[in-house]
T-cell receptor, first 111, second 115 residues
């Protein structure tokens, strides 16, 4: 099964914060986050490896709880450019070198 | 780094026809993936190559689908006897083979419409 993301959609005003969650029923060794704008290809944001690490750059960060097979993406002080659909991609332990993408979260940032 | 290139960008075909798509990965990337994406859904894994070897193919993939990567460079994805349910965006991605799963670099995709 594909990972489940929540919320399905969120609307923010510029400057507000958001959290996007990704949950899998499988044992994971890494989680990836991608952003896709309408009509464009997904763009890589970051990878998190098992070990509970947290990563971030600029105002976007993420965490990975391998025991719960959950990851969260944190967007702070959102900008108009953050609008798009966010996908988590999970790599399963023993699952080979592929990603299984989540259900997606549509994010819209308005003025 | 010229990015991942896919051709054609759009393909309209009649049901029952065969179609072939091409993907040119980033030159130094030895892994190449094919995904399929329908409207409102996340990309769905189809198959992947490590150099010229096809290492995994989705169990959901019909025998009508075949992919090749001769010489470990570009790749082709062929769909035989197309069906309306094959209509989707077909995405190619490449990655360096440094880690178990490294960051994927996606092309802009080929949008297939089967009429």
């Amino acid at each position: 099964q594909q990972p489940v993301q929540s919320p399905q959609a969120v609307i923010l005003r510029e400057g507000e914060d958001a959290v996007i969650n990704c949950s899998s029923s499988k044992a994971l060794y890494s989680v990836h986050w991608y952003r896709q704008k309408h009509g464009e290809a997904p763009v890589f944001l970051m990878i998190l490896l098992k070990g509970g690490e947290q990563k971030g750059h600029d105002k976007i960060s993420a965490s990975f709880n391998e025991k719960k097979q959950q990851s969260s993406l944190y967007l702070t002080a959102s900008q108009l450019s953050y609008s798009g659909t966010y996908f988590c991609g999970t790599a399963e332990t023993g699952g080979g070198n592929k990603l299984t993408f989540g259900t997606g979260t549509q994010l819209k940032v308005e003025l | 780094d010229t990015g991942v290139s896919q051709n054609p960008r759009h393909k309209i075909t009649k049901r029952g026809q065969n179609v072939t798509f091409r993907c040119d990965p980033i030159s130094e990337h030895n892994r190449l993936y094919w995904y399929r994406q329908t409207l409102g859904q996340g990309p769905e894994f189809l198959t992947y190559f490590q150099n010229e070897a096809q290492l995994e193919k989705s169990r959901l993939l019909s025998d009508r689908f075949s992919a090749e990567r001769p010489k470990g460079s570009f790749s082709t994805l062929e769909i035989q006897r197309t069906e309306q349910g094959d209509s989707a965006m077909y995405l190619c991605a490449s990655s360096p083979g440094r880690a178990l799963v490294a960051d994927l670099h996606f092309g802009n995709g080929t949008r297939l419409t089967v009429t």
